[in-house]
């Protein structure tokens, strides 16, 4: 059961860190590549505790939550004004 939760928090981390991307790459807004590399250190670490999950499931869940703490945002700028919950999700943006 311990494993499944890591895999869906390793899944989570990967799909907002490429929305990340993917607003950056339109943007070029800096704080958005910022959350991106952070997304990629947090995906790191949460493929290891999903690793560490099949042997020790406590060990394995401690470095996921470590990697949740790391995927952490910070203040971003607004690049949606009249986006719906769907494109938001996806990561279109209206500039």
Known sequence: ???????????????????????YKRTRIESYR?????GI????LALLGVLFATFNSNLGL???????FI??????ERVFKDAKALDRLLGKTDI
């Not at 910022?34 to 952070?38: E, L, Q, T």
């Not at 250190?41 to 790191?44: F, G, N, P, W």
């Not at 995927?71 to 971003?76: L, T």
């Open 62 to 68: 401690l470095v996921v939550l470590i990697g949740l």
């Open 1 to 23: 059961m311990y494993i499944y939760i890591a895999i869906v928090a390793y899944v989570v981390i990967l799909f907002l860190t490429l929305r990340d991307i993917r607003i």
């Open 71 to 76: 995927n952490q945002k910070g203040s971003r």
């Open 34 to 38: 910022k959350g991106a590399v952070k």
């Open 41 to 44: 250190l947090a995906s790191t």
